[in-house]
């Protein structure tokens, strides 16, 4: 061993320090050796590259397929869904002519909590790709990682594959890491040993081949599942929109059933109302008619009384007698009195008939020409009894505050229900919020619903349209600004199951937006009170010119 080694040394020293000396002798030998192993070392290289450049070619070939494989199969099957790609299929053009029995091929991703999870595999046996019933397999024995590619150190999923590598026994793994977006894949290409014994050149270029064919089943498995999230997501968006339409398609027959319960009760308080009204009209009529001729013929007999006295001074005395016991002078004195006050009482009673028939407004379905505030008037007739003190309860101060206001054109009777809902709404407020104040605070500050109308011109915003403003404030307990946004809402309502239906503002929001083109706002804060505007244009125009503003102002 030694003699071997210094004969090594002393030819390398001898070699580099005296070229000459050395080259006599052993020259043509050395020179063959040299030349000899600079030959194979250039054949070897040569062969390598060789080989390279056909790897590289077939490698590019085998995508090549791959990707017309791919496309036949897109195109031959419109109606993709997960796991129908025939992978064996695929996997054959893309590598024609190589045998691919003893093969398996899995996939796996690294999950968010770091586990090895098995996504698809191929099995030879099998020839499909598999992604319904993933069972991770089963290895054991050593191992063997491409070289080219690497496992992550330190995840859970190296861990894992590092185990496998060194418990597998049968075969020898090939595993690659790919990155797509932020998911992180796992390819693991597994031949049996049945597959090592006949194919010798697998570890030289079975890396270029199981890199091609695991790419292929990603990018099948990528597109699969991709196809399949894609019809997923289709199908739930169309359910979706058909949920979300059946909702709104219920809402709003809820809804309509709603506004026509409502308007049922509002048409049949009309009709009672008008039927009272004309039940009620006539014999006041009656009597208002005769009250006039009444009064004549009083006084006609009161003067022949008179002239009875002056013609008989001294009359007989059981006339006399008579005379004091019905207190002649106080009768003749008071009787025009009396007459009098029936006069009043019976004008009032043809004026409330008349705000009754007002109210109803039967006779007045249609968009017509009339004076708001009797309509105002009407239905705060209707509500008069609500307002009025009575034992023990605090009545509510009226306070009206009408302007000129030109006859607007609108549907009367709808109107009607506008205020009837709103100044209903205040005087339950105030009743409820009275409950809760102490007889002091009640004396100090009395409750009261101001209605205010006005006439303005809205240049600005309306285009110059004329509109007529009525506004309904009460010093109630006001509204929270939550609550604000959901008063026009069909059914929002924060009175007792029973009391209220919580439809009134919502109908009078149609009635005057969509009905009317008007504008109706609230303006409320909480210890304070709440005010409605609803602004009427005084004209109806055209539809598509009706301006459609719907403002909640927070006061
Ligand atoms: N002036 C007001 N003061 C305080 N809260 C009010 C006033 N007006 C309306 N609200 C609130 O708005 C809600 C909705 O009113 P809306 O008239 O739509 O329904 P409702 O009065 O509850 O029931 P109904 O269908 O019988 O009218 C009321 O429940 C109440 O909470
Ligand atoms: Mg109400």
């Excluded at 270029?208 to 498995?221: E, H, K, R």
């Amino acid at each position: 061993m030694r003699k071997e080694s210094e004969k090594r040394d002393s030819l390398w020293q001898s070699a580099s320090q005296s070229p000459k000396k050395k080259a006599s002798g052993n020259m043509p030998v050395k020179v063959a050796v040299v030349l000899g192993l600079c030959l194979s070392t250039v054949a070897a290289i040569a062969v390598w590259q060789r080989e390279r450049e056909t790897l590289a070619i077939e490698l590019r070939e085998s995508t090549e397929n791959l990707r017309s494989a791919l496309q036949e199969q897109i195109d031959g099957n419109s109606d993709l869904t997960g796991g129908n790609f025939s992978a064996g299929e695929l996997l054959k053009a893309t590598l024609p002519g190589q045998v691919l029995e003893n093969l398996n091929i899995y996939l796996y991703q690294e999950s968010v909590d770091g586990e090895f999870e098995p996504l698809a595999f191929y099995e030879f046996n099998a020839h499909t790709l598999i992604v319904d019933r993933l069972d991770p397999p089963k290895l054991s024995g050593r191992g063997w990682l491409c070289p080219e590619f690497s496992v992550p150190s330190s995840s859970s999923t190296g861990q894992a594959f590092r185990q496998l590598r060194q418990t597998q026994t049968t075969g020898k793994p090939c595993q690659r890491t790919l990155s797509v977006g932020d998911r992180q894949w796992f390819l693991l290409l597994l031949p049996t040993s049945a597959y090592l014994a006949p194919y010798k050149y697998w570890q030289s270029w079975g890396i270029f081949l199981g890199g091609s064919i695991l790419t292929s089943l990603l990018a099948t498995y990528l597109l699969v599942s991709g196809r399949y999230t894609k019809q997923v997501e289709e199908l739930v968006e169309e359910r979706t929109i058909k949920a979300q339409q059946l909702q709104k398609a219920l809402e709003e027959l809820q809804e309509t059933q709603g506004m026509l319960v409502h308007s049922e009760k509002m048409s049949s308080l009309g009709q009672m109302v008008a039927g009272i009204a004309h039940e009620i009209n006539n014999p006041v009529n009656f009597i208002s008619g005769n009250i006039s001729c009444t009064k004549e013929y009083v006084q006609d007999l009161l003067k022949l009384i008179e002239v009875y006295q002056s013609h008989y001074p001294n009359p007989d005395p059981d006339i006399e007698e008579f005379s004091s016991e019905i207190d002649l002078d106080f009768l003749a004195e008071d009787l025009p009195k009396i007459l009098n006050s029936m006069q009043v009482g019976v004008n009032r009673i043809s004026q409330i008939v008349l705000s009754m028939r007002n109210f109803s407004r039967l006779d007045r379905a249609e968009m017509q020409a009339v004076n708001l505030h009797e309509g105002i008037d009407s239905t705060l007739l209707i509500l008069n009894n609500r307002l009025t003190a009575k034992a023990g309860i605090y009545g509510i101060k009226l306070i009206k505050t009408y302007g000129e206001l030109p006859l607007v054109e609108c549907n009367a009777g709808q109107l009607n229900q506008v205020f009837m809902n709103i100044v209903a709404n205040a005087i339950d407020a105030i009743e409820s919020y009275d409950k809760q104040r102490s007889q002091e605070e009640k004396k100090a500050n009395p409750s009261w619903i101001a209605i205010q109308t006005s006439v303005g011109n809205a240049s600005d915003i309306r285009g110059g349209y004329d509109y007529v403003t009525v506004t309904i404030a009460d010093n109630g307990p006001g509204i929270p600004a939550d609550i604000q946004k959901k008063i026009f809402d069909p059914f929002f309502t924060t009175k007792p199951v029973g009391k209220g239906t919580g439809l009134g503002m919502s109908i009078a929001y149609k009635i005057v937006v969509e009905g009317h083109g008007g504008t109706i706002r609230c303006r409320s804060s909480v210890g304070q009170g709440t005010e409605f505007t609803i602004n009427l244009p005084i004209r109806q125009i055209s539809t598509n010119q009706k301006p459609n503003l719907m403002e909640i102002c927070v006061a």
